[in-house]
């Protein structure tokens, strides 16, 4: 970053330190938006701005560029749209695009081009979602649609690019640029595409870039794009206190047999079960389904159709169970999760937060399991470490047999660990059928 020239630290809306939340004093219309967006936030029962909001709200009216460090759940779309619409009623009605939102995924484009619409109802604002997959005739109407010119349009770099390498659009009026999940899209390769893209924008802009993490990748692209920015970083990240967490220490073998029981001891209307790998996202979809249990999977390797019509049958509880990786995950914006499991534990402890707070929305309750094998006991630890508590490790269903014994302090390179009563290594592979009596 060329400066860092102001930084606040806020708290979450779902990722909550309640206190945080509710002394946040501040009301919509404190923050001086254009009478129209406050109509559509009256309509959409938006009373109060969550932190991130009245915070970074009122930097981007003042032209500011913001780097807003902040997840899914806390109000971080309406941080951004709100104030760039306001804008955007400030401009000429010429044609031209005005502000481009990139973001990494196809569900997340169309969820902000859905959140325009109901912000934007009263003000005339027009939006446009331009995203990978779909078939040429969607190409050729996105075309039109890009040189008739849309107020805001919300893309996915991939087929963002291939638009503009054609020629047709005209990014010269641009005032705003947005890189939403910004950790996200550099997780999956895009730093190149998103260069390109800022390449075609005028200089003299607005950029806003919002991350979850910041990582040292994300701060090189922070100080590549951003000009004199102000940093606003929510607080430590805590889950909810509105889901209820609990762990099972498992042997890898045990863990579809655990899944399971908690999927059909709670009969499950409507939970997420959350792996690290595309290739077990197959593996638990198939031993659910084994099991009698109705689930959908959702991974970068389906195409873009197939991915929307399970997220529309997950959303109308056709399909209670959803397997998902979590880089699909981040734009899930459902209200109604009952329960989360993590299959194992996230790679990054932030993960953790996200998954967990994909529950317990919209201030219902939810409950998050995650199944913890001894190579993941050190992460977990690490987890409790950045939540700030130690999550309640449950007794194993009886039909499992013994786990186990947690030890977050498990010197993984030694690799050597001794269950309750099998004193047997544990290699993280399945048990010899017969001395373990478990058929797989
Ligand atoms: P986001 O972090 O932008 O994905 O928002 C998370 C959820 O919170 C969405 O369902 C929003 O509609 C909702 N939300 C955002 N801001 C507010 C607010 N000020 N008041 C009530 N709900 C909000």
């Known amino acids: 970053m060329r400066k860092t020239s102001h ?47 009245s915070e970074a709200i009122p930097h981007i009216l003042k032209k500011k560029d913001v780097l807003g460090i902040a997840q899914t ?29 990139v973001v990494p995924t196809r569900e997340l484009a169309m969820q902000i081009d859905q959140a325009t619409e109901g912000f934007g109802y009263y003000t005339g604002v027009s939006s446009l979602a331009i995203y990978g997959g779909g078939t040429g005739k969607e190409f050729s109407r996105e075309k039109k649609a890009l040189q008739q010119g849309a107020d805001l349009v919300i893309v996915t770099p991939g087929r963002m690019l291939s638009h503009l390498n054609l020629g047709y659009v005209d990014l010269s009026e641009l005032e705003f640029l947005i890189l939403d999940e ?16 800022a390449s075609h924008c005028k200089k003299k802009r607005q950029t806003l870039l919002f991350s979850a993490t910041m990582p040292e990748k994300m701060r090189r692209l922070a100080h590549d794009l951003l000009n004199d920015p102000v940093t606003v970083q929510l607080a430590l990240s805590k889950p909810s206190e509105n889901v209820k967490q609990s762990a099972y220490v498992v042997f890898d073998y045990q863990k579809d047999d655990v899944l399971i029981d908690i999927l059909k001891k709670k009969r499950v209307e409507s939970g997420i079960i959350f792996t690290s790998r595309k290739k077990t996202v197959n593996q638990v979809v198939r031993a ?10 959702i991974s970068s390797d389906l195409k873009q159709e197939e991915r929307e019509e399970v997220m ?23 209200d109604s999760i009952e329960i989360v499991v993590n299959y194992d534990v996230p790679p990054n402890e932030e993960d953790y937060v996200h998954r967990i707070g994909r529950t317990a929305r919209a201030s219902r309750e939810g409950e998050a399991f995650t199944l913890i094998v001894p190579d993941d006991m050190q992460r977990f630890g690490r987890i409790e470490k950045l939540i700030e508590k130690s999550v309640e490790k449950l007794s194993l269903p009886e039909n499992v047999g013994n ?26 592979k399945k048990k010899p059928k017969g001395r373990y009596g478990k058929k797989r």
Not at 28 to 41: A, M, V
Not at 288 to 297: E, F, P, S, T
């Open 403 to 428: 786990g186990p014994e947690y030890n977050p302090n498990r010197n993984k390179r030694r690799g050597f660990f001794k269950s309750k009563k099998s004193h047997n290594h544990d290699s993280g």
């Open 288 to 297: 659910l389904r084994k099991a009698g249990l109705k689930c959908g999977k």
């Open 182 to 197: 910004a950790d996200r899209m550099l997780d999956m390769g895009f730093h190149q595409d998103i260069m390109r893209i």
């Open 7 to 53: 930084e606040v630290k806020v708290g979450y809306i779902n990722g909550v330190e309640k206190e945080e939340v509710t002394e946040n004093q501040t009301s919509f219309y404190d923050l001086e938006l254009h009478p129209d967006i406050e109509d559509g936030l009256e309509a959409m029962g938006f009373e109060k701005p969550t932190p991130i909001q």
């Open 312 to 334: 529309l049958d997950f959303r109308q509880k056709k399909i209670p169970l959803l397997v998902a990786t979590d880089v699909v995950s981040r734009g899930i914006d459902i």
């Open 73 to 101: 759940g806390t109000g971080k779309t309406a941080a951004f749209l709100l104030p760039t619409m306001d804008r955007i009623l400030d401009t000429p009605d010429n044609g031209k695009v005005k502000a481009l939102v």
